[in-house]
């Protein structure tokens, strides 16, 4: 099936949308904060673990790697703290997970050509140059980092800022860019990261699917709600069979992996229960991530898993309070102001702003979004006045003229 990929390039933030038939089955958004799956570093080796025969290895962020000696080079070979190490991440860091590193490099994977022997080499020389821990490839960018996470390759990429373009075409040199104001795209990318994000999601007609995401797995709750005509049995195929088309996608969209129980109406029926597996299994097929159905439990949930690469969605954009409630971080709102922001400066351009935050989001524009600040503003030749507000919820924000 032919895909698009839209990418919204802001200052410090890219937000990515990957269309099939027009509907987004993939959300990612990207910040030059993490190592993502398939790049190669060359780190150091901080700790032993021999009851699990492995190593931590130093990367040069806050999590460390978590190399197994199985997948050392030869497999197997003793390793000592303090050793250089050259290695690819097989998994991103997340739930507070260290990431999986391996020493079995991988430039295209199942592909070994004299041009990819040659890139390898030349990276092994990079290393030998260089003191860990150092990115040795691909070159750290939010292309690069969207071409390593992406499960299926686009047919055409629309971006809505032109200075993105040549990033994008290193990263993507057979695909076809184009530029694309957002405001033409065929989605709300808004809306689609909120239904993302979202713990519940409404079914067609009635009944809801509710997601919960824990370290051990992912729980997947349908409610039929309350049905007004029909048959106990026949509210609960029906709100099934729906919620097996919106389970599949949106595990798909949110980037769930490992584990994952779905606690489904109930059903007496043995046929029907066959039935309902039947739809999540088709519904499943295109993923490119190929999920297994595992089967029924005699509780009677349905468990499945999904291979685990790169964090989930919601890990980039919100955490965990007190009481489980999650919520944005403040780094996320501090980019969605000023998405805003810009949006405001576009349609009366020449005018002078006041963003007024919570503190801590205005904490964060001053540190780690501060680099997307000053970039908003050499753009705009305009100084933005940015306000703490103590009192001000989170997730609120006012933009104000000057």
């Known amino acids: 099936m032919r895909c698009e990929l839209l990418i919204a390039a802001g200052p410090g933030e890219w937000r990515a ?164 104001p957002e405001a033409e795209w065929l989605i709300e990318l808004d809306q689609a990261f909120a239904e993302a994000i979202s713990e519940t999601v409404a079914l067609p007609g009635a009944g809801s699917v509710h997601f919960e995401a824990t370290r051990a797995g992912v729980l997947v709750d349908v409610d039929s709600g309350t049905a007004e005509t029909g048959s106990p049995e026949r509210t609960g195929i029906e709100t099934n069979l729906a919620a097996a088309a919106t389970i599949a996608r949106q595990i798909r969209l949110r980037n769930l992996g490992g584990g994952v129980v779905v606690d489904f109406v109930g059903l007496e029926r043995r046929a029907l229960r066959d039935t309902v597996r039947a739809a999540l299994a088709e519904a499943l097929a295109p993923d490119p991530a190929s999920p297994q159905i595992l089967g029924w439990t005699r509780l009677g949930h349905l468990e499945l898993v999904r291979p685990r690469r790169s964090r989930p969605l919601a890990e980039a954009l919100l955490e965990a309070r007190p009481g489980g409630t999650r919520v944005k971080t403040a780094v996320t709102v501090a980019y969605e102001a000023l998405r805003a922001l810009r949006r405001e400066t576009r349609a009366v351009p020449g005018r002078q702003w006041r963003l007024i935050v919570a503190s801590e989001v205005a904490a964060a524009l001053a540190g780690g979004a501060a680099l997307a600040v000053q970039e908003t503003e050499r753009r705009f030749a305009r100084k933005i006045v940015i306000e703490a507000n103590p009192d001000l919820d989170r997730e609120r924000f006012q933009i104000a003229p000057l």
Do not use: C, W
């Open 17 to 180: 949308a990957l269309l099939e038939g027009g509907m987004p089955v993939e959300l990612y958004v990207e910040r030059g904060d993490r190592n993502e799956v398939r790049s190669i570093h060359l780190g150091r080796v901080r700790r032993l673990l021999p009851g699990l025969g492995a190593a931590l290895v130093d990367l040069g962020g806050e999590r460390l790697g978590f190399l197994p000696r199985s997948a050392t080079v030869p497999r197997g070979r003793p390793l000592h703290e303090g050793e250089r190490v050259v290695v690819q991440i097989r998994r991103e860091a997340q739930d507070g997970k260290a990431a999986r590193v391996t020493e079995r490099l991988r430039l295209v994977p199942g592909e070994v050509t004299a041009e990819v022997e040659l890139r390898q080499r030349d990276i092994l020389d990079r290393a030998a140059r260089l003191e860990p821990a150092a990115r040795l490839y691909p070159t750290a960018s939010f292309a690069a980092a969207l071409g390593s996470a992406l499960l299926a390759v686009p047919n055409r990429i629309l971006v809505d800022e032109p200075a993105a373009i040549p990033e994008i075409r290193v990263a993507f040199p057979d695909v076809a860019v184009e530029h694309l």
